[in-house]
């Protein structure tokens, strides 16, 4: 099985910048893709941006220029760089991780506030 761990999240003003980070481990030469999806109060979890083992990255619309994923050598942790941040950006941000079977593990979260 895999595990992670999420850390980084806090409270920072509109415009400033975030970095978060997720540590995996237990079975990690599993992991094919990794990620970070968030949910807001009252709305559905989103993906917010993924990466592959090769490095390939989306990101949604919303997020775009903004903020930048990426991986170590070892592909064990993955972060997650946010600038430009806006208060719509507040939300519970979670770590993902995909198996060679597509098969899901899920951090336990990390808080994200964005004030006006």
């Known amino acids: 099985q895999v595990q992670l761990a999420e850390s980084g999240g806090g409270l920072v003003q509109a415009g400033g910048s975030l970095g978060l980070s997720c540590a995996a481990s237990?079975?990690?030469?599993?992991?094919?893709?990794m990620g970070w999806y968030r949910q807001a109060p009252g709305k559905q979890r989103e993906l917010v941006a993924t990466i592959t083992r090769g490095g390939r990255t989306n990101y949604a619309d919303s997020v775009k220029g903004r903020f930048t994923i990426s991986r170590d050598n070892a592909k064990n942790t993955v972060a997650l760089q946010m600038n430009s941040l806006k208060p719509e950006d507040t939300a519970v941000y979670y770590c993902n991780a995909l198996s060679h079977t597509a098969r899901a593990y899920w951090g336990q979260g990390t808080q994200v506030t964005v004030s006006s």
């Open positions: 237990g079975s990690i030469f599993s992991i094919n893709a």
